[in-house]
Structure formats: structure tokens, C-alpha cells
């Protein structure tokens, strides 16, 4: 029996979370569409193979569901949240989980009061790449990573209203989008002791809050992390790019062009290791979707009642450093990243 998901909210993503199902078509059915845009609903019913009923209130529609993929602008992320694990639906969130903490922590209970999943939808972790680079460096494959910097770089312009407004949007680009790159950071390094972040909106000027952010964060284990993202490339090389440099050599996983890369000067020198040259290709995976994978692991939790890997907990604990930073930067201080944890 296929498993009825709800997809709610078909705004300036709505190719993207159609392609989530491509994958799991064979255990899910798109059971409804919800948009308060009837056309905007009725455009991703079409590309269906079932052309679900389309809704214009998501209320109505939750009577036709086991679980939601809720991708609404995230001002509305909870309130819609919590009526979907009130009516008893497991929920696939988008990131961020939500614009404060006490919605945050609303959305957690209303899960564990319904005994639902909610698990929030950061799909980098998922995609095959990121994983192998977040394994080398767990197990320290080439020795302890010391810097990891992650670019991520895309020209956004209006492609909706509500992403310029930080009343809306909880912030700016950091909080937005690099909430993705933060959470890897903290997949991948630790946990974190001080950081400081600086953005702008010069280059982005229909952005209320910045459209360019640079972070540096310090981990307990003395390694540093670095993100930039900005909303404003108008040429980019790096693109999505992620370097983690470790002590026997730096990993470089070109998320574009599919594969991660070990770059070493002296491959010789790596002990126990059958690298020969300074260029080594560690894994390919051209074509991977993160947000089909991402989907399968959605459905496996509702199959088998686990938790899903992605889970609210340690979604806040990101949003948890991005308050801080940013809290920091209005202060013109670094900011103490300690003990934001469960």
C-alpha cells in the first residue's frame, strides 16, 4: 500500500519538491496539492502522474493524508506544523524550522505529544558526496580536518516577495539558506565555542536584511569552519563548493560537477593508503538528488518508526548559533556559541 503524502506549498521550489517524489512514486502517492495560488496548485497537480485534488486551504485537505511535505515561506512553517501533527500526519518541514525558538520548541511538542515524525528537510545531508566527506573526516581518514569552508553562491533577484522581508524570512541569506551550511558544520566538526559573522546587502539591495554572509567558527576541537554564501553571484567558479583541509591532504567536493577530490602534495607520505598521486578522484556521484534520497529516509521512518536523521533537536541547535551570530554582529562582538545544545 502506498503511503498518502500531501504536498503543501508549491511556490518558487515547486519543480524541485515534485522531483523529491520521482524516486519513491512507487511507495508514495501525491494524495493533494495545496497553494492559496489555485494555478500555482493546479500547475504541480499536472505534472502527476495521478493529478491529486488541488486545495486552496490546506485544512481541508488533511482528511486525505498520512504525512505532509510542508514548504511554505517560513513564517507560516509553524502554525501549519503543528495543525498537521495535531490531525495526526507526519511532517517532512521545510528548513528552517522555524523563524524563534518558542515555535521551535511548539513544533517539537505537538510532535512528540502526537507520536509523529517531524523531521526537517536539510537534504545536503543526504546526498551520497556530502556523506562520504562527512565519513573521511569523522573517522579521520587523512588525518583530523582543521579547516572546513564551505562557498555557496547563487543570484536570487526577487523570485519572491516574502524571501526580501526579514520580518518574514527570519533574517537574511544566513538564516534562509545557509542555515543548510551551518548545520553541515556542525554535522561534520562539533561542536562549536565562538564565532562571529559579517553580511551586507550592498550587491543584494532588495534584501531587508543582508543577501551576503561570511561566517568563522571555532569547534571544541580547535578546527575552524567558514562559510560565504551570498544571493547576489553574478559569475561564480566556486559555485557549491565544500574544502575540508586535514592533515594528510584537502578533501574538495565539487557538488556541481559530482565528486569529491583529494588533493595531497605528498601522497607517499599517507600511511596506509594506496593514493599515488597528487590528484585523486575519492568518489563520483553525477546526477545524485539529495531531495530524493531525502524522501526515501521520510518514508523509512514512517515504515519503521525510527528517527529520522535530520531531526528537529538538532536543527534548532544551528538556528540556536545563527541567533547568537547574529545577536553578535549587532554588538560588534565574537560570539560565545557554547552550550547551545540538548
Not at 511556490?11 to 520521482?22: C, D, K, S, T
Not at 485537505?61 to 512553517?77: C, N, R, S
Not at 579547516?147 to 524571501?163: A, F, G, V
Not at 607517499?268 to 539529495?290: D, R
Request: aromatic content about 8%; some cysteine.
Amino acid at each position: 500500500m502506498k503511503h498518502k503524502v500531501i504536498l503543501i506549498g508549491c511556490g518558487i521550489m515547486a519543480r524541485q519538491h515534485v522531483a523529491r517524489f520521482e524516486a519513491v512514486l512507487d511507495r508514495v502517492e501525491i494524495s493533494a496539492v495545496v497553494d492559496v495560488v489555485p494555478e500555482r496548485a493546479k500547475a504541480v497537480s499536472d505534472m502527476l502522474p495521478n493529478h491529486p485534488p488541488v486545495f486552496t486551504d490546506y485544512h481541508e485537505a488533511l482528511p486525505l493524508g498520512e504525512a505532509v511535505l510542508q514548504a511554505l515561506p517560513h513564517h507560516l512553517h509553524a502554525g501549519c506544523t503543528i495543525d498537521c501533527l495535531n490531525a495526526g500526519l507526519h511532517v517532512l518541514a521545510e528548513k528552517p524550522l522555524a523563524n524563534t525558538e518558542a515555535e521551535c520548541m511548539a513544533m517539537m511538542d505537538a510532535a512528540k505529544r502526537n507520536g509523529r515524525i517531524l523531521m526537517v528537510a536539510y537534504c545536503m545531508r543526504y546526498h551520497p558526496l556530502v556523506r562520504e566527506l562527512h565519513r573521511l573526516i569523522k573517522t579521520e581518514e587523512f588525518g583530523k580536518c582543521f579547516q572546513l569552508s564551505i562557498w555557496t553562491e547563487q543570484l536570487t533577484m526577487l523570485r519572491s516577495e516574502w524571501l526580501a522581508k526579514r520580518e518574514l524570512v527570519g533574517g537574511g541569506q544566513l538564516f534562509s539558506h545557509g542555515c543548510h551550511y551551518i548545520d553541515l558544520m556542525l554535522w561534520m566538526m562539533g561542536k562549536p565555542v565562538m564565532g562571529t559573522h559579517v553580511g551586507t546587502k550592498l550587491g543584494t539591495p532588495w534584501m531587508d536584511r543582508e543577501g551576503t554572509s561570511n561566517v568563522c567558527m571555532q569547534f571544541e576541537s580547535g578546527a575552524l569552519g567558514y562559510h560565504f554564501g551570498t544571493w547576489g553571484a553574478r559569475g561564480t567558479k566556486h559555485r557549491y563548493d565544500f574544502q575540508a583541509h586535514c592533515e594528510q591532504g584537502m578533501l574538495d567536493l565539487d557538488f556541481f560537477g559530482g565528486k569529491l577530490v583529494l588533493y595531497c602534495k605528498d601522497p607517499e607520505h599517507i600511511p596506509g593508503k594506496s593514493i599515488t598521486s597528487q590528484e585523486t578522484i575519492l568518489m563520483e556521484a553525477p546526477g545524485a538528488k539529495s531531495t530524493a534520497l531525502e524522501m526515501a529516509h521520510f518514508i523509512d521512518c514512517i515504515e519503521t518508526g525510527k528517527m529520522p536523521e535530520t531531526t528537529p533537536e538538532e536543527s534548532l541547535e544551528g538556528l540556536r548559533v545563527i541567533w547568537k551570530l547574529y545577536e553578535a554582529e549587532e554588538q560588534q562582538k565574537i560570539a560565545d556559541l557554547r552550550g547551545l545544545g540538548f
